[in-house]
């Protein structure tokens, strides 16, 4: 196995190669056509393809020269007024090499601060001639309204079921890996719509053994079965809270998830099940100001006990209710 990141390896170099996002691509195809595009905004979850689309859209518009004219920057790392003032507007400012454009890529844009971000407003005016700005987010309202008005949105979506399953086969085939069904779909469950989590799953399991199966996945991701965190909330539900208790200390300690991973699989689970929507109701709720507790560094495995309390509590309400 050679040591290439796959997350790298298989990005998409055109937007023909670009994965579950269909409406976006055929928008952005329109702009390549007419070699042209406006100031752009992406935002969505991570690992759904904003990324790669910007520099698979430099590919498209600019060639060989895609990299003369193309500069990436994480606005994490510098977020503040400083660096719109001098790293971006000298970028901005110098004249393009055989293309009609630069396209400045910034990245986590919803990490500028505010004063960043209106000085970014003015910079975006000034050098339109010469430069384009493509901003990517996770979430679209930490994007000051001036910023977004100037921009032509896409909103990206997690990526399909079927487009990552065909995916996620063409890698297997491709790099010989032994995989089951079984596996695709825990590598599907695991990712929720993040195809980059998916593929470096993908490629943590392939090391560990020569076939990769579900367990493998689960273990490496340290997420638990779905149907186990069923069966958790379904002890709980019962009335026995003590066997609840024991079964949530054997899945932490299994696959050494915290206390977050915990409250973000129920959450899933019991969104997911087939009760009535007044427990759902009920449930979610509870839910909701455990994992608030949580990020304010609460005790987990207090929370966690406390809600299989809870869960004990209603089960046995509804119980007596017939």
């Keep these: 196995m050679d040591t290439i ?24 195809k329109g702009y390549v056509h007419k070699k042209n595009i406006p100031h752009l905004l992406f935002a969505g979850p991570p690992g759904t393809g904003k990324t790669a689309t910007s520099i ?140 980059r989590k998916a593929i470096n799953a993908l490629q943590g399991a392939s090391a560990l053994g020569e076939k990769v199966t579900a367990d493998l996945i689960y273990q490496i991701t340290a997420t638990a079965r779905p ?8 002890t709980a539900l019962k009335g026995d809270f003590l066997s609840a ?14 206390g977050e991973d915990i409250v973000s699989q129920m959450y899933r689970e019991i969104i997911s099940s087939g009760f009535d929507e007044s427990l759902k109701v009920v449930l979610v709720e509870k839910l909701g100001e455990i994992d608030f507790r949580l990020t304010e560094g609460a005790h987990e495995r207090i929370q966690l006990n406390s809600f299989l309390a809870f869960l004990t509590l209603v089960g046995k309400k509804r119980a007596k209710q017939g």
């Excluded at 208790?245 to 915290?258: H, V």
């Design 5 to 28: 990141i796959w997350v790298e390896k298989y990005r998409p170099k055109t937007l023909d190669e670009v994965v579950g996002q269909d409406e976006v691509i055929q928008r952005l």
């Design 56 to 195: 698979a859209l430099a590919r498209d518009l600019f060639g060989d020269v895609w990299q003369d004219n193309f500069i990436e920057m994480n606005a994490s790392d510098e977020r503040g007024i400083d660096v719109v003032r001098h790293k971006i507007k000298e970028f901005a400012r110098t004249a393009p090499i055989s293309a009609p454009f630069k396209i400045i890529f910034l990245d986590e844009a919803d990490a500028l601060t505010a004063d960043a971000q209106a000085a970014l407003r003015r910079t975006m005016e000034m050098y339109s001639k010469t430069c384009r700005f493509i901003l990517s987010c996770n979430y679209i309202s930490r994007i000051i309204e001036p910023i977004q008005s100037r921009c032509a949105v896409f909103k990206f979506r997690p990526v399909p079921t079927e487009a990552m399953r065909k995916r996620l086969l063409e890698i297997c085939e491709e790099e010989r890996i032994d995989i089951d069904d079984e596996a695709i779909e825990a590598l599907i469950y695991i990712s929720g719509g993040d195809f």
């Design 227 to 234: 149907e186990e965190l069923k069966k958790l909330i379904e």
């Design 245 to 258: 208790r024991d079964y949530l200390d054997r899945l932490m300690i299994e696959y050494g998830m915290s």
